[in-house]
């Protein structure tokens, strides 16, 4: 349900609305008795009444619909009884249709003392559509702020209606008889006449003209009006007059000031990343623009990049220390200000200050109260300066991101008469909300600046990719938040035949001698895995790699015993078979998340923590996973935390990540702001790859007997395969790829032999057979006829390599798909 401070501003909006279609209407001027006496041009259009017809006829006799008719003559009694209507109505066209409007009568007194109705006509279809006009649409426009005054073809005011008084001020008998210039004399008077000129001479109405005018009751306080000028006809077409409807705009203009000034400042503030300088620039854009005195402070740990340690609504009866970021004046050297910039800020326990802090919610007081028995009895300092520079008018607004408060803008007008309003308070939190956002992008600059080259410096991975097989994000929360580095890695490793290897791992501790370890173990893997080894075989390597770096450690320091552990989780993913193989050690179980969003933690055997110095063994599991479906490796920093137990964690986990349909990087966000919004104490890592399948038009598969004449064929059946890939380009270095591994598989493999071709990112030639043996790379002589082969396909390929399966080997080779030269 929208507030009532929601709703008021609504209405304002709307009331707005209707009167600029209250000026767009089609206007006609009735005297006591009833009859048209003027006419314009866009009555004539919504009508199609010529001024013939209508002007010296009855108005009700001549527009009111049949049906209407005894409608209209107790609206016209009404009108005369109450000084004005407004209502839907019915009229009739020239060809005999129904016009459904929308009639506003309203008065104006002449000088002869009669009185004439101005009367005005919108079209329904017309009016805008908007929930106001829906409830209310009568109360608007019988409330709605118009000015109205009818001159004569010498421009002299001849009626006039009560609400322009009210608007500019000027009594009815001093406008009455004379011209704008006699009456509000000036340029904008001047120029207000010429545009009632033009109408009067072409009869095409001005709409929407404005001029400004400083109101005798606010003399300091300029308004500003829109006016819009119709020219009214007699019944032979002759100009009777100009009609100008005036409407207050001062609002509207102020708004349209008001957001030219906060688009100034979207460029004026935050023009570095520098927390203390943009602090600054807030204050000096507000003064004098805004304010006479303005100070901005800030959270101490807000320049250090730190996270706030105030909360919004948490800070009890702790105030958090501030320091001076920003202080400007319209008095040079800002002498208002207790303290310099970059100085400790003190407020006292019971003031303003710290009921921003504790609420969230800005302070407005328009007249200040520096009188004895206010909050300032205890700070008498900042009371003497109040009374000296006369600072009569307070705000206090908070500087708040995500919750937390990063600071207090105090704004306060000293020579500037006028207090401040509920709209300059609007206006206040709209400007220092913009400010917010680039204070907190440099707070968060100067922290992320850190975490940064901790990052680079301990070979985290810059930019995963998933190649044809997954897409994947990340999200790594160090616990060190002073060093920004710890003990998680995460990685995602292109492997042979469109597959893609996914790791997470936890090295104990955390800080910088976590995340050395951690960069070295994340080397080991990467060697590992371009081996090509199944995930259990891998976890077994990698677990002996620990315990020597246990021992290389033991032998550089003079501890008996040196501590290295971790826990990894290992999968190698195919797109070509969506098949998963993973193993873990010590680690916690992934979280698989089907394409309609269900969650679950398959059953793997859990392993030892790496690097314990058992003998440590691990089993790989095999999954089939459908494409779409989502992998979430973490760490237990993700779901750890003081007050909850691993269980909790997982179902909170779990609960972030069912609406797997999201753009990753979206998820993965989702995920860490479920976390607890203290420091984390430990690391916290999440790795998230949406699987991806290759089409079977992508893949292509041959069985080969193991016979030396099988060869020609296979290069046939690659080339033709190419060529229905549009790839004929690769055609060359591929028979001669493909030639070379089949008839290696030949001479020295066993059967049966399988050529198969990959076509993703790059082109992927394999050759299976039953044998294990590994072919190696030969240099031959020239002698030689004959150990050149994988030196001809490392030449013609981008990689290449072997890898074992369970029963045999394929010896591969990866083209780039570049276009022919």
Same mark, same amino acid.
């Given at each position: 349900?929208?507030?009532?401070d929601?709703v008021?501003?609504?209405?304002?909006?709307e009331?707005?609305q209707?009167?600029?279609?209250?000026?767009?209407?089609?206007?006609?001027v009735?005297?006591?008795?009833?009859?048209?006496?003027?006419?314009?041009?866009?009555?004539?259009?919504?009508?199609?009444?010529s001024?013939?017809?209508?002007?010296?006829?009855?108005?009700?006799g001549v527009?009111a619909?049949p049906e209407d008719?005894?409608k209209?003559?107790k609206?016209?009694?009404?009108c005369?009884?109450?000084?004005?209507?407004?209502?839907?109505?019915?009229?009739?066209?020239?060809?005999?249709?129904?016009?459904?409007?929308?009639?506003?009568?309203a008065? %104006?007194?002449?000088?002869?003392?009669?009185t004439?109705?101005?009367?005005s006509?919108?079209?329904?279809?017309? &009016?805008?559509?908007s929930?106001?006009?829906?409830?209310?649409?009568?109360a608007?426009?019988?409330? /709605?702020?118009i000015?109205?005054?009818?001159?004569?073809p010498?421009?002299?005011?001849?009626?006039?209606n009560?609400?322009?008084?009210?608007?500019?001020?000027?009594?009815?008998?001093q406008r009455?008889?004379?011209?704008?210039?006699?009456?509000?004399?000036?340029c904008?008077a001047?120029a207000?006449?010429a545009?009632?000129?033009?109408?009067?001479?072409?009869?095409?109405?001005?709409?929407?003209?404005?001029?400004?005018?400083?109101?005798?009751?606010?003399?300091?306080?300029?308004?500003?009006?829109?006016?819009s000028?119709?020219?009214?006809?007699?019944?032979?077409?002759r100009?009777?007059?100009?009609c100008?409807m005036?409407?207050?705009?001062?609002?509207?203009?102020?708004?349209?000031?008001? &957001?030219?000034? %906060?688009?100034?400042?979207?460029?004026?503030?935050?023009?570095?990343?520098?927390?203390?300088?943009?602090?600054?620039?807030?204050?000096? $854009?507000?003064?004098?623009?805004?304010?006479?005195?303005?100070t901005?402070?800030l959270?101490e740990s807000?320049?250090?990049?730190?996270?706030?340690?105030?909360?919004l609504?948490?800070?009890?009866?702790?105030?958090?220390?501030?320091r001076?970021? @920003?202080?400007?004046s319209i008095?040079?050297?800002?002498?208002?200000?207790l303290?310099?910039?970059?100085?400790?800020?003190?407020?006292?326990?019971?003031?303003p $200050?710290?009921?921003? *802090?504790?609420?969230?919610?800005?302070?407005?007081?328009?007249?200040?109260?520096?009188?004895?028995?206010?909050?300032?009895?205890?700070?008498?300092?900042r009371?003497?300066?109040?009374?000296r520079?006369?600072?009569?008018s307070?705000?206090i607004?908070?500087?708040?991101?995500?919750?937390?408060?990063?600071?207090v803008?105090? $704004?306060?007008?000293? /020579?500037?008469?006028?207090?401040?309003?509920?709209d300059?308070?609007?206006?206040?939190?709209? *400007?220092?909300?913009?400010?917010a956002?680039?204070l907190?992008?440099?707070?968060?600059?100067?922290?992320?600046?850190?975490?940064?080259?901790? *990052?680079?410096?301990?070979l985290?991975?810059?930019?995963?990719?998933?190649?044809?097989?997954?897409?994947? /994000?990340?999200?790594?929360?160090?616990a060190?938040?002073?060093?920004?580095?710890?003990?998680?890695?995460?990685?995602v490793?292109?492997?042979?035949?469109?597959?893609?290897?996914?790791?997470?791992?936890?090295?104990v501790?955390?800080?910088?001698?976590a995340?050395?370890?951690?960069?070295?173990l994340r080397?080991?893997?990467?060697?590992?895995?371009?081996?090509? %080894?199944?995930?259990?075989?891998?976890?077994?390597?990698?677990?002996?790699?620990?315990?020597?770096?246990?021992e290389?450690? %033991?032998? /550089?320091?003079?501890?008996?015993v040196?501590?290295?552990?971790?826990?990894? *989780?290992?999968?190698?993913?195919d797109?070509?078979t969506?098949?998963?193989?993973?193993?873990r050690a010590?680690?916690p179980?992934?979280?698989?998340?089907?394409?309609? @969003?269900?969650?679950a933690?398959?059953?793997?055997?859990?392993?030892?923590?790496?690097?314990?110095?058992l003998?440590a063994?691990? !089993?790989?599991?095999?999954?089939d996973?459908p !494409?779409?479906?989502?992998?979430a490796?973490? =760490?237990?920093?993700?779901?750890?935390?003081?007050?909850?137990?691993?269980?909790?964690g997982?179902?909170? &986990?779990?609960?972030?990540?069912?609406?797997?349909?999201?753009?990753?990087?979206?998820?993965c966000?989702?995920?860490?702001?479920?976390?607890?919004?203290?420091?984390p104490?430990?690391?916290?890592?999440?790795?998230?790859?949406?699987?991806?399948?290759?089409?079977?038009t992508?893949?292509?598969?041959?069985?080969?007997?193991?016979?030396?004449?099988?060869?020609g064929?296979?290069?046939?059946?690659?080339?033709?395969?190419?060529?229905e890939?549009?790839?004929?380009?690769?055609?060359?270095? =591929?028979?001669?790829?493909?030639?070379e591994?089949v008839?290696?598989?030949?001479r020295?493999?066993?059967?049966?032999?399988?050529?198969?071709?990959?076509?993703?990112?790059v082109?992927?030639?394999?050759?299976?057979?039953?044998n294990d043996?590994?072919?190696?790379?030969?240099?031959?002589?020239?002698?030689?006829?004959?150990?050149?082969?994988? $030196?001809?396909?490392?030449?013609?390929?981008?990689r290449?390599?072997?890898?074992?399966?369970?029963?045999g080997?394929i010896?591969?080779a990866?083209?780039?798909l570049t276009?022919?030269?």
């Open positions: 349900m929208p507030t009532d929601q008021a501003p609504r209405a304002v909006r009331m707005g209707s009167a600029r279609q209250m000026i767009g209407a089609a206007l006609a009735v005297d006591g008795t009833g009859t048209v006496v003027g006419w314009t041009q866009a009555a004539q259009r919504l009508t199609g009444f001024s013939a017809e209508v002007v010296g006829r009855s108005a009700v527009l619909a008719s005894v209209a003559s609206c016209a009694e009404q005369r009884s109450e000084g004005g209507w407004s209502g839907p109505v019915g009229l009739r066209h020239r060809d005999g249709g129904r016009l459904d409007v929308n009639l506003r009568v008065p %104006l007194a002449g000088q002869d003392g009669r004439r109705w101005v009367v006509a919108t079209s329904m279809s017309g &009016l805008s559509s929930p106001v006009n829906g409830l209310g649409l009568d608007l426009l019988s409330s /709605a702020p000015g109205i005054a009818v001159r004569d010498e421009l002299r005011c001849t009626w006039v009560d609400a322009l008084a009210r608007q500019d001020g000027i009594p009815r008998e009455l008889g004379r011209r704008l210039t006699e009456v509000l004399p000036g904008d001047e207000a006449e545009v009632m000129r033009q109408v009067l001479e072409s009869g095409t109405p001005r709409v929407d003209h404005e001029y400004r005018l400083s109101l005798q009751a606010a003399p300091r306080r300029e308004h500003a009006f829109s006016v000028f119709f020219r009214l006809d007699d019944g032979e077409g100009a009777l007059g100009v100008a005036v409407v207050d705009v001062t609002d509207r203009q102020r708004a349209r000031e008001r &957001l030219a000034i %906060l688009s100034e400042a979207g460029t004026r503030i935050g023009s570095t990343l520098d927390v203390m300088r943009t602090g600054q620039e807030l204050a000096d $854009f507000a003064v004098p623009r805004f304010a006479d005195y303005v901005v402070d959270a807000v320049p250090l990049g730190e996270e706030s340690p105030a909360r609504g948490a800070t009890g009866s702790r105030i958090p220390a501030f001076r970021a @920003g202080v400007a008095h040079e050297g800002a002498p208002e200000s303290w310099p910039s970059g100085a400790p800020v003190l407020a006292p326990a019971a003031s $200050f710290t009921e921003v *802090l504790t609420s969230g919610r800005p302070h407005l007081e328009p007249v200040l109260d520096a009188s004895p028995g206010t909050w300032l009895d205890q700070d008498p300092g009371a003497e300066k109040i009374r520079y006369g600072m009569h307070l705000m607004v908070p500087i708040h991101a995500r919750g937390a408060v990063l600071g803008a105090v $704004f306060i007008r000293t /020579a500037d008469p006028a207090p401040f309003e509920a300059d308070l609007l206006f206040a939190e709209e *400007l220092v909300s913009h400010a956002l680039s907190d992008n440099a707070r968060r600059y100067v922290r992320e600046r850190a975490a940064a080259f901790a *990052l680079q410096r301990n985290l991975p810059r930019r995963l990719s998933g190649g044809a097989a997954v897409e994947v /994000a990340s999200r790594y929360l160090p060190d938040t002073e060093d920004g580095v710890g003990g998680d890695w995460f990685d490793i292109p492997l042979s035949g469109a597959r893609v290897a996914l790791v997470v791992g936890d090295v501790g955390h800080g910088i001698n995340a050395a370890t951690m960069g070295r080397t080991a893997v990467h060697t590992l895995a371009t081996m090509d %080894l199944p995930p259990d075989e891998l976890l077994v390597q990698l677990d002996d790699t620990i315990s020597r770096l246990a290389e450690d %033991l032998e /550089a320091t003079d501890q008996t040196a501590v290295v552990g971790a826990t990894c *989780l290992y999968a190698v993913y797109p070509v969506r098949r998963c193989a993973m193993a010590g680690h179980p992934p979280a698989i998340i089907s394409p309609d @969003g269900r969650v933690f398959p059953d793997l055997p859990p392993g030892l923590p790496l690097g314990i110095g003998a063994s691990f !089993e790989a599991v095999e999954l996973l !494409e779409g479906c989502v992998l490796f973490y =760490t237990d920093g993700l779901i750890e935390t003081r007050d909850a137990d691993i269980d909790a997982m179902r909170r &986990l779990g609960a972030a990540l069912t609406q797997q349909d999201r753009p990753l990087e979206e998820l966000s989702a995920v860490v702001d479920t976390l607890p919004t203290r420091a104490s430990d690391d916290a890592t999440l790795l998230l790859a949406r699987t991806r399948a290759l089409s079977p992508q893949v292509a598969s041959w069985e080969l007997p193991p016979d030396p004449a099988v060869v064929n296979a290069r046939a059946l690659a080339a033709g395969q190419l060529t890939w549009g790839l004929e380009h690769l055609a060359y270095a =591929t028979e001669l790829i493909v030639s591994l008839t290696n598989a030949i020295y493999g066993a059967g049966p032999i399988t050529l198969r071709l990959i076509r993703h990112h082109l992927v030639c394999e050759v299976s057979d039953a043996t590994v072919p190696r790379l030969r240099h031959a002589r020239a002698t030689d006829e004959g150990g050149r082969g994988l $030196f001809l396909v490392a030449q013609l390929s981008h290449r390599g072997t890898r074992y399966t369970a029963g080997k010896v591969w990866e083209q780039e276009p022919a030269l």
